[in-house]
């Protein structure tokens, strides 16, 4: 049986290269432990912009949140920069599949926008997919951008068909249904860490779409977050948490694996027993013969968007 893992762990938040290492000592544990698959939370790489809901950054041209802005613009990370390099790297030496939450800095156009993404890297093949979240949720969208259906895609990870959502586009009934109906038997659902956002959501997906569903959730304390962050004086610090977690696992009967946990850093492990979710479809496919393709009919468009396309003549020889 496959043993899939969800990373609970903070960022060094906002130094990806650090964040990096970290991850890599966590891959190593994870070997250790005979993982196949590892993910962690959204954007844990190099970190969620939790400070939205603490500072008032809906304030119009506010000069310390345009600071804090950039400074998560120049941390996030590239598609073809090499921390994207090293996790293929890792994942082929450590024969580990990896779902990784990045902030992802737009390409070309889009150069000065963060997009919510999540990476699958398999150990062979390397990345596999770059997911931007669909719609960011209230306050993220200040320094989030909007994705597109380009990583609606489900890709076989350790002999499973896994699919990844970000957050809440978890509740988005089309974009599951979309990868129910491109095979899905595993939910890699990526959390910023808070046990409310597992807790209810992790059984209903499996339940719903008879998969098995892994959700990682992050952690974040009130003293990993560096002297000189530009709104550190903002912050409250009546907690001792800013994300608490909540990583669990359920299987397709809704069964938990392994309840949301809370506060504590390490490894959440489950095995997966892909038989379970051909038995749990005897009474429910919902893509399949518990549908009404006849009067439903759900159409994604997976193509790559971009705001600016050049379409240039061929040069005229001289």
């Given amino acids: 049986m496959p043993r899939v893992a969800a990373l609970q762990d903070a960022p060094v938040f906002l130094d990806r290269r650090a964040t990096l290492e970290r991850l890599l000592e966590w891959v190593e544990r994870a070997t250790d432990e005979g993982v196949e698959l590892l ?36 941390a996030a990370v ?11 790297v890792v994942s082929r030496s450590s024969r580990i599949a990896l779902v990784v939450g990045i902030a992802e800095r737009g390409p070309g156009p889009a150069s000065g926008s963060v997009f919510c993404s999540a990476v699958t890297i398999d150990p062979d093949r390397g990345v596999l997919a770059a997911h931007r979240k669909l719609m960011p949720t209230y306050e993220e969208r200040l320094v989030w951008a909007p994705g597109d259906g380009h990583g609606l895609r489900v890709h076989t990870l350790c002999g499973l068909r896994v699919g990844v ?29 808070a046990v409310r956002n597992t807790v209810d959501i992790t059984r209903f997906i499996a339940l ?14 009130v003293d990993d977050v560096p002297d000189d962050f ?21 299987a397709p009967d809704g069964r938990w694996l392994v309840e949301p946990v809370a506060q504590t850093k390490g490894l959440i492990v489950a095995d997966i027993d892909p038989r379970l979710v051909s038995r749990e479809r005897q009474n429910f496919d919902c893509t399949g013969h518990y549908s009404r393709p006849d009067v439903f009919d759900v159409r994604v468009d997976r193509r790559r968007r971009q705001s600016v396309t050049f379409l240039d003549e061929d040069a005229l020889p001289e």
């Fill in 39 to 74: 993910a962690c939370g959204e954007t844990y790489l190099p970190g969620y912009p939790f400070w939205l809901s603490h500072t008032g950054a809906a304030a119009f041209d506010e000069p310390t949140q345009k600071e804090a802005y950039r400074r998560y613009l120049e």
């Fill in 78 to 88: 590239r598609l073809d920069g090499p921390e994207i390099r090293e996790l293929e």
């Fill in 165 to 193: 959502l970000n957050c809440w586009e978890n509740w988005m009934p089309q974009a599951r249904h979309a990868l129910y109906g491109d095979g899905e038997e595993l939910r890699v659902a990526l959390w910023p860490g």
């Fill in 208 to 221: 719903e779409g008879r998969v098995f569903v892994l959700s990682a959730g992050g952690l974040l304390a």
């Fill in 230 to 250: 530009p709104l550190r004086d903002r912050l409250p610090v009546d907690r001792t948490w800013y994300h608490n977690g909540g990583s669990c696992v359920a």
